[in-house]
């Protein structure tokens, strides 16, 4: 059955569809959970939590872009919540000496494989981790997450410079051929 089908379903309190759309979408979006929240039974709390979100505001849903990625936002926003509700520890950033980081080359060793960058990413403490996350894997910009984090811009730019050096660092073995 489409997505479609399952939302107009949805819409009008069909349980059964409710749960076949649950069931489409609850493993790949406990990836994304637990992405965001190492522990796993936190992640299976928001991500609970971010499905009776979605069954609530289903009328909000247009179909402008697939279900699954009106469901993920929904899921990293109810993680990002969690997240700030945990009393994410924050680095100190000093506003008034911040410089301006360009958008500078920065690359990976070509030995690195998308998994290995992603997971050197999830290991990564935060706030670099959050922001890296948002940033690297999302595709969100620096002013969503300043709005998302409720940090300045500039802030999510040095997390998020932060972050890569942290990446490049772990990840130069590669790069090397050492391997380890």
């Known amino acids: 059955m489409s997505d479609i089908l399952l939302v107009e379903q949805c819409k009008q309190n069909n349980r059964k569809a409710q749960m076949a759309l649950y069931r489409q ?22 991500l609970q939590e971010a499905f009776i979100k979605a069954f609530r505001k289903l009328d909000q849903f247009k179909g402008d872009v697939t279900f699954g990625a009106w469901l993920k936002r929904i899921v990293i ?15 100190d950033v000093n506003e008034e000496t911040l410089a301006i980081v360009d958008e500078e080359e920065w690359s990976v060793p070509d030995e690195a494989t998308v998994n290995e960058v992603v997971k050197t990413i999830e290991s990564l403490k935060d706030p670099y981790g959050v922001v890296a996350k948002l940033f690297l894997l999302e595709g969100y910009d620096h002013q969503e997450i300043s709005e998302v984090l409720g940090i300045t811009e500039s802030a999510s730019r040095t997390y998020l410079h932060r972050g890569k050096k942290q990446l490049q660092e772990q990840l130069k073995h590669l790069k090397y051929g050492t391997g380890y």
């Open 25 to 46: 979408y609850c493993d790949g979006m406990f990836i994304v959970a637990h992405r965001y929240l190492k522990d796993a039974a936190t992640a299976e709390d928001a």
């Open 77 to 91: 926003n109810t993680c990002l919540d969690a997240i700030k509700a945990n009393k994410m520890e924050k680095a």
